[in-house]
């Protein structure tokens, strides 16, 4: 495979103006081809929740063998995505790896195979499949150029986690406000009823909580059900009456 310097456009102006990951994904896959011609088939895989998938294809035939591996569970794909190392194959007919799947992808016409990782030792690993039907068909790929297609994937693929990242930590946040403001409701409640401090309420309806072996946040919500059929629409906590 050829060492050389690629040129390749910056590929910020290019995430931002895809509408979506999985988008940008697809135009480095299409990309692929002209830095290994002999590319017949190009897919990327990524795994999600244990369970690799190819999110994008360009070409004839990747889904098919992408998938093949998949249902064996081995092969250079998940190879390349476990491991984080590039796995190259020149000829299927000299392969014995991987047991059937070498057979599999000749009788189809796949001869050599080239698997870059994508976001190695990740919990969302891929990798960049190439399958083209010549033998030694990725020796004059611009392998540096395909290096950096699949870091430009690790880059989105990485981007997308931390927006999904950040999206559920907003959730999470909201959530407990929510049981903030429910619990401290219930509090105000407590001392109105109890005349007492806020900590001795507190520690009132965490015995309650515990005594009960339900969550706080429940408890609370049935004693403000109770009382005055729900917490505030404001979220704003009740205040014990003088």
Not at 110 to 130: E, F, Y
Request: aromatic share 4%; proline share 7%.
């Amino acid at each position: 495979m050829t060492e050389q310097p690629s040129v390749l456009p910056d590929v910020t102006p290019l995430l931002l103006s895809t509408d979506s990951v999985e988008r940008f994904l697809q135009v480095l896959a299409d990309r692929a081809p002209v830095l290994a011609p002999a590319a017949q088939g190009v897919g990327i895989t990524l795994e999600r929740r244990g369970r690799p998938l190819t999110v994008v294809s360009s070409g004839a035939g990747a889904c098919d063998l992408d998938d093949t591996q998949y249902g064996q569970d081995d092969g250079p794909c998940l190879q390349a995505l476990r491991t984080g190392e590039e796995v190259a194959v020149a000829d299927m007919l000299d392969e014995e790896r991987w047991g059937p799947y070498p057979a599999y992808a000749a009788a189809g016409g796949t001869r050599s195979s080239l698997s870059l990782p994508i976001a190695a030792h990740t919990h969302t690993a891929g990798a960049l499949n190439l399958y083209t039907p010549k033998v030694l068909g990725f020796a004059d790929a611009d392998l540096t150029g395909l290096r950096a297609l699949a870091a430009q994937a690790t880059g989105a693929v990485a981007l997308a986690q931390r927006i999904a990242d950040a999206r559920q930590y907003a959730d999470d946040l909201h959530t407990a406000m929510e049981s903030r403001a429910v619990i401290d409701q219930a509090i105000g409640v407590i001392m109105g009823r109890q005349r007492c401090r806020a900590d001795e309420a507190f520690g009132l309806l965490r015995a309650a909580s515990q005594h009960r072996n339900i969550k706080l946040r429940d408890l609370c919500g049935e004693l403000l059900t109770t009382v005055g059929g729900g917490p505030p629409s404001d979220g704003r906590p009740l205040r014990p009456r003088p």
